[in-house]
């Protein structure tokens, strides 16, 4: 059936609320989970809402929590997310780090003890849109094995990169450090498939097509082999290291029942081009993207989920008749 996206963002805020989480807080993650589901990333839309409704009722994530900022310098910011939601403190601390990014050129944001469950591009397609370049990365609990370790260590740990346009959309790309995510395993798992060869391992380290061994103690690997890898390790490193968040292994929420959000951390990274290639910035985004184009490039990322977007804002989103029953009961309406 098609829901209206306003119609569905408010009855997922009210599933959210139901389990704990305060009105403005339900709001800002709802809009992002909708968001997801708008534009196609089915793995981090809908899907999801279950994942954040237990960490919720198990007492993992706070659903009162009020983000903290500390102003380190004029391109620095740190965020306490308080063990809430990533998406809240950002929205929490969005003026702030978009006024220093202006004002020095580049700022930097590291934001702690936070919960991020979600497709990556919502929080930094904005800042592009405002004409800002915008990198940001996640990192997860312990999810995939690299660099010839037989142990999970790193995390699926996803970036995305925002490039805002002459009189277009960003070009947006977002991806994880894994051949391919966990919610994307998980989707494959419910449709009772097969995963392709080479993504995941058993818990015996061995390789496993089966959807169900790499969620139940198995591994996903890198994409890209060691150069992931290498990837994912930045990421502990720009997240944990230097932003104080805990590394995968330190997460601790596989050992609570119910708790299914990784307690990590996101680095986000903010320039402004005007004050580097000022006015001439746009200009040359254009002659790669049309030297792109003349080389037979027909789809840049975001395209597609701009696509889709345009006819979810047109006709709505298709929801399953089961996931509307299940957000009608779970909203207390059904
Ligand atoms: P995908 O492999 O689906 O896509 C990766 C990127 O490639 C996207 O930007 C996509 O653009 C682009 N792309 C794909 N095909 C093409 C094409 N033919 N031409 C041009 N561009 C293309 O991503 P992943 O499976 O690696 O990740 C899925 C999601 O999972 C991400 O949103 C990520 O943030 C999220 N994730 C979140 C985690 C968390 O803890 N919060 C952990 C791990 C992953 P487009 O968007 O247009 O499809």
Known sequence: ?????????????????????SEGSASIVSRTIVAAERDGSRSHGLQR???YLSSLDSGWVNGRAIPILHERGSGALEVDAGNGFAQVALEHAAPTIRSMANHAGCAVMTTRNSHHFAALWPDIEPFAGDGLVALTMVNTRSRIVAWG?????????????????????????DQASSIMSQG????VSAAKGQLPDKVGVDAQGQPTVDPDA??????????????????????????????????????????IPGALTSNAGQFLLLIDPQKFGGAAFLDRVERLVAHLHDAGTARLPADLR?????????????????????????????
Do not use: Q
């Open 306 to 334: 701009y696509e889709r977007r345009r006819v979810a804002e047109r006709d709505g989103i298709d929801v399953a008749p089961a996931m509307h029953a299940y957000l009608e009961r779970e909203a207390g309406g059904g």
């Open 214 to 255: 790499v969620l139940e103690g198995g591994a996903l690997l890198p994409f890209g082999g060691v150069k992931g890898g290498s990837l994912a390790f930045m990421i502990e490193i720009l997240t944990a290291a230097l932003g104080g968040a805990r590394f995968g292994f330190e997460d601790g929420s596989g050992s």
């Open 49 to 51: 809402l279950a994942g």
């Open 149 to 173: 370790g037989t142990r999970k260590v790193l995390g699926t740990n996803p970036m995305a990169f925002a490039c805002p346009r002459k009189a277009r959309p960003p070009v947006v790309w």
């Open 1 to 21: 059936m098609k829901i209206a996206i306003e119609a569905l963002t408010e009855l997922v805020t009210l599933v959210l609320m139901r389990h704990g989480l």
């Open 184 to 187: 994307d395993v998980l989707l």
